[in-house]
């Protein structure tokens, strides 16, 4: 007897979005004992988590449109993630994209925010971020490509060169930063002027609708079209699986990888100006981490685009829910639901090992037979 | 199996049972709100410090911290994190709502406008407007005075005139740079010929270099006395490592480095927020009041309240350090002399341990340079802050825009 692991063939659809909810159940009741433990109650807690604390609440609406800012940033930057990783282009770079993006944005904003319409603002904040991100990814190909440089550890590094530079930014008080407001003693960033907020569309109650949430949705649609039935979205799944391949199909594969990780880091890129248009001041955590979560959520999505929307949602869920639940309880810091998403995400991975294998009984002669 | 799947699925039953009841808020009661940069559960630091202070002033109040205390730990400061922050408290019923980090300042002017009938009260902030948005401070200058005096009377002592002072930041922030300043005149007050050390970290927290950079004032330019503007007691310790001594800040850190340690500057937040939320209850719903029962929209209380004070003296300060810190507390608490004014202390304690202070009118004057444009060390034309006999500088200055060292000091 002993126990042999298989590669399971086909897992239908309903198996495999079982395992997934198993996964997640198991998690959350690995959390209920450690809330339990603490003296909390693990039911009132997770409504109050799922619900976003919504229920009796008079200004539910502003939980809606919250929940919403957190989620656009997070699942755009998860869709241009996953245009790299398709390619096997390891972009560990989200952070520091988004922050050159967001550099870039706030910028634009500052400088032309009063003199232009309101329109071309916007437009102008969403180019600079994309061309500002899309460079700094693109500086990473171009080493790769020329010199074979690993991507890996480059993104990662210049991930800290943008922090640090928004840090200083943030924090250096000078005549020329004009990222800082001037009329302050101490470093307070420069509000956005107005004009360079995007537009929300009255929902009926409150509630408005940022029309960022609609273009983030449009934008998914352009990508799936793209991977699906463009020759360079062709071409990205065909490098992703083989560059050996693709070069002896006659691609000019170099010249796919530049641009397809252009285009990610301008999806970042664009992720920041979104973020940027909505919140109108920059600051030193403006990235929410968005560029280390949206890895994890390109990865649970398994770099499926429409299943990235599904994943951002429920990821966005879990952290703002669980900041909501966190406040009611005193025994729980928002340090939870860092840890609930860890089980989660643990749990997750492992049940997708599941449904890619399964594990067997073997009897010695079986084995040999 | 079975019995995995019989707990799976009565999980999910209390699960979905939960979701249909609910809980509709009960409002009768008066709820506190508070944003926090660090974790609610931390056990030292900046943040514990302010949960403490709001903690303690509720009991005192006889209020229930578990029913009429919500939170929200952990928030950066980034506009939209602050502004979710408050959503979130708002939605639980939050009658004032404390934010304890700078950074929050434009977040919460901004909420203060959108929630009129929310009181928000800015920790370390300049802003307010004349109903339900205030700020609040302490003079901890005036504490760091006092500890000052210690560490003077412990440099006659060991005859060291060396004192070092790791600071998060220098003369870039006001309140890095008052807190400098008050504890180098107190030093000056009883050792005309110390001589303070800087060393900027140029982070308000950051445990490596606050150990490190003591290290330095102690090994390199010979302090015996270390004082501190930083959240750990790491320069404490190293003091104590150095066989050197040391004045702590934010909190008593004589169980840190007992054999190091004389005296911390130290704050007693629970002073504002019981002053705080006594006042909110005052206004009986009506948030717009606020400012005026707090007597003004920017609290700035100092030793008199007992907002800020000195930690207890422990047995390594000098003779007579007890007798001189409680004559010129008292000096300052009655109002009759204050750190930044054209009157100099000064403090002698003869043989006998017999204390005397006197007043002389001097002029405060400044190293000569000051911060601007992100250069430290930018020449200043007129280098007298107060003329002999002036009076002191604006709460204004010593809150905002206090940006040079007094005569003295030297940043390393």
Redesign the interface.
């Known amino acids: 007897m002993g126990l042999h692991i298989v590669k399971r063939e086909n897992c239908p659809l309903w198996k495999r979005c079982c395992f997934y909810l198993?996964a997640v159940?198991?998690a959350?009741?690995i959390g209920?004992v450690i809330l339990l433990a603490i003296g909390v109650n693990p039911?009132?807690y997770?409504?109050r988590m799922?619900?976003l604390?919504t229920?009796?609440?008079?200004?539910?609406y502003?939980?809606y449109i919250?929940y919403l800012?957190d989620f656009v940033p997070l699942a755009l930057t998860s869709l241009g993630l996953s245009l790299a990783f398709k390619m096997r282009f390891w972009n560990i770079g989200g952070e520091g994209q988004f922050i050159m993006g967001a550099l870039a944005a706030s910028a634009a904003a500052i400088l032309l925010g009063n003199t232009l319409p309101s329109a071309a603002v916007l437009l102008l904040i969403c180019v600079a971020a994309m061309a500002a991100a899309g460079l700094y990814g693109l500086l990473v190909a171009a080493l790769k490509v020329k010199f074979g440089t690993n991507e890996t550890l480059l993104t990662l590094m210049l991930n800290y060169v943008a922090v640090y530079l928004l840090n200083f930014l943030m924090g250096?008080?000078?005549?020329?930063?004009f990222y800082l407001n001037a009329n302050e003693?101490?470093p307070?960033?420069q509000?956005h002027p107005d004009s360079s907020l995007f537009p929300t569309i009255p929902m009926g109650g409150k509630f408005e609708l940022n029309i960022c949430v609609i273009l983030v949705f449009v934008i998914g649609l352009l990508i799936y079209v793209y991977l699906k039935r463009t020759k360079q979205g062709y071409e990205i799944n065909v490098v992703g699986d083989s560059i050996g391949t693709a070069r002896y199909a006659g691609m000019k594969t170099n010249r796919i990888v530049l641009r397809t990780v252009f285009f990610s880091a301008c999806l970042i890129g664009l992720a920041a100006a979104f973020k940027m248009g909505?919140?109108?001041?920059l600051?030193?955590?403006?990235t929410?981490d968005v560029g280390w979560t949206g890895i994890i959520v390109a990865w649970l999505a398994q770099l499926n685009t429409w299943v990235i929307f599904a994943v951002s949602a429920l990821i966005s869920m879990l952290h703002?829910g669980s900041?909501?639940a966190?406040?009611?309880f005193?025994q729980v810091?928002?340090?939870f639901a860092n840890m609930l998403q860890g089980f989660i995400l643990f749990l997750v991975l492992a049940a997708d090992f599941m449904i890619r294998f399964r594990i067997v009984r073997t009897r010695k002669e079986d084995r040999n037979g | 199996m079975k019995k995995t799947l019989a707990?799976?699925l009565a999980?999910?039953m209390?699960?979905s049972?939960?979701?249909c009841?609910?809980?509709?808020?009960t409002k009768d009661e008066f709820k506190v709100g508070a944003i926090y940069i660090n974790?609610?559960?931390d056990t030292a630091g900046y943040t514990f410090a302010h949960h403490n202070g709001i903690t303690t002033a509720m009991k005192s109040l006889g209020m229930d911290?578990?029913k009429q205390?919500?939170?929200?730990?952990?928030v950066?400061?980034?506009?939209?994190?602050v502004?979710?922050?408050v959503?979130?408290?708002?939605?639980?019923g939050a009658d004032i709502i404390f934010g304890i980090s700078?950074?929050y300042?434009?977040a919460l002017e901004e909420a203060s406008k959108e929630y009129t009938d929310v009181i928000f009260s800015h920790g370390t902030g300049?802003k307010a407007n004349e109903t339900n948005f205030n700020n609040y401070f302490g003079r901890i200058y005036q504490a760091r005075y006092l500890a000052g005096i210690a560490a003077g009377l412990k440099s006659l002592e060991t005859g060291n005139n060396n004192v070092g002072y790791v600071a998060a930041h220098t003369t870039?922030?006001?309140e890095t740079a008052s807190g400098i300043n008050g504890f180098a005149l107190g030093v000056q007050a009883v050792n005309p010929n110390a001589k303070i050390y800087v060393k900027n970290l140029n982070n308000w927290a950051d445990e490596i270099n606050e150990k490190a950079y003591a290290e330095e004032l102690i090994n390199s330019f010979g302090c015996g006395v270390i004082s501190q503007h930083c959240d750990s007691a790491q320069p404490q310790i190293a003091a104590q490592n150095g066989k050197v001594f040391g004045c702590g800040y934010n909190s008593d850190m004589t169980a840190d480095a007992p054999k190091a340690h004389l005296t911390a500057a130290i704050w007693n937040w629970n002073v504002y927020y019981a002053t705080a939320i006594k006042a909110a209850q005052a206004c009986e719903g009506d948030a717009s009041k606020f400012v005026e029962k707090m007597g003004g929209n920017a609290y700035y209380g100092g030793l008199k309240e007992g907002f800020v004070d000195v930690s207890p003296l422990t047995e390594n300060c000098a003779k007579g350090t007890k007798e001189a810190i409680e004559a010129v507390k008292k000096l300052m608490v009655d109002g009759e002399w204050d750190v930044f004014t054209g009157v100099k202390l000064n403090i002698s304690v003869d043989a006998e341990g017999k204390v005397s202070v006197t007043k002389t009118n001097a002029a405060l004057e400044s190293n000569g340079l000051q911060y601007k444009?992100?250069n430290f060390k930018a020449p200043m034309e007129n280098t007298v802050v107060v003329e002999a006999g002036g009076a002191s500088v604006d709460d204004g200055v010593i809150k905002?825009?206090m940006n040079y060292l007094v005569k003295g000091v030297e940043e390393v």
Do not use: C, H
């Open positions: 198993i159940l198991v959350l009741g209920s039911v009132a997770y409504t799922f619900t604390g229920i009796g609440n008079k200004i539910a502003k939980t919250n800012k250096t008080k000078a005549g020329w930063n003693l101490r307070v960033p509000k909505t919140v109108g001041t600051s030193t955590s403006i929410a703002y900041t909501v966190a406040a009611t005193k810091d928002s340090s | 707990l799976l999980l999910v209390m699960l049972l939960a979701a009841g609910g809980d509709p808020e974790s609610k559960s911290t578990d205390l919500v939170i929200v730990d952990n950066p400061e980034d506009k939209q994190a502004l979710d922050a959503d979130t408290l708002v939605s639980n700078f950074g300042i434009d300049y870039d922030y006001a444009d992100g905002g825009s």
